[in-house]
């Protein structure tokens, strides 16, 4: 079955450093891929749609500049969480589609602790 | 392993008839649970979800779901569906640590006028 990897699974950094979270779909064109934040004890919220080669949408709320996704192919899309601070820490999960009337895979999700 | 199962890969229905997805999941303790429903093109958006407490959990968009420990099940339901209701929906669970977050591979709905 299709396969999205997510990378890295944990990571544990320093304030104001950035950190770049990779989301593959290793078996197959990814034409959409989705990235979403989950805070503690709620949730998932989506953060941003990206389409192959298009600039990301972002959801009302999220700071564009904070949050840079980049879907330069077809396999991959990588969040950077920019000058990371501790209210940062989350667990950050996407999820691809080849096309619209295509199911959607999730990756296993990582977690980022900014201390 | 933990894992969540929704058996219906995809479910017709008729406008007006009832719905019922199904969820099961294998946990260790009993996580938290939720239901989202995707429309095409879009992100998820969160239907309902179940921490403690009463079983029967009321949802957005007229949405209800019972969570069944005996049966280890979650099951999505609505008595009326409707055309605008046709989506993919996706069972999810994570432990009550916040970890492992889990999505189900979905069932896609497809409601007949």
């Not at chain 1, 450093?17 to 949730?43: G, H, N």
């Not at chain 2, 979650?74 to 669970?93: I, T």
Request: with cysteine.
């Amino acid at each position: 079955g299709a396969v999205v990897s997510q990378h890295p699974s944990w990571v544990i950094c320093k304030s104001g450093t950035s950190v770049k979270i990779e989301c593959r779909s290793l078996d197959f064109q990814a034409t959409t891929m989705f990235w979403y934040r989950q805070f503690p004890k709620q949730s998932l919220m989506l953060m941003a749609t990206s389409n192959e080669g298009s600039k990301a949408t972002y959801e009302q709320g999220v700071e564009k500049d904070k949050f840079l996704i980049n879907h330069a192919s077809l396999t991959l899309s990588t969040l950077t969480v920019t000058s990371a601070h501790p209210e940062d820490s989350s667990f950050y999960i996407c999820s691809a589609r080849a096309v619209n009337d295509q199911p959607q895979h999730f990756g296993d999700g990582t977690r980022l602790s900014i201390l | 392993a933990q894992s969540v199962t929704q058996p219906d890969i995809h479910i017709t229905v008729s406008e007006g008839a009832s719905l019922e997805l199904r969820c099961n999941y294998s946990y260790g303790a009993t996580p938290y649970l939720f239901w989202y429903v995707q429309s095409p093109g879009q992100g998820l958006q969160l239907l309902l979800k179940y921490f403690s407490g009463d079983t029967l959990v009321q949802g957005i968009k007229g949405f209800e779901a019972e969570f069944k420990r005996s049966q280890s099940s979650f099951n999505l339901r609505k008595p009326s569906v409707h055309w605008s209701d046709a989506a993919e929906y996706f069972c999810a669970a994570k432990d009550n640590y916040g970890q492992n977050f889990v999505f189900g591979p979905g069932t896609r709905l497809s409601v007949l006028p």
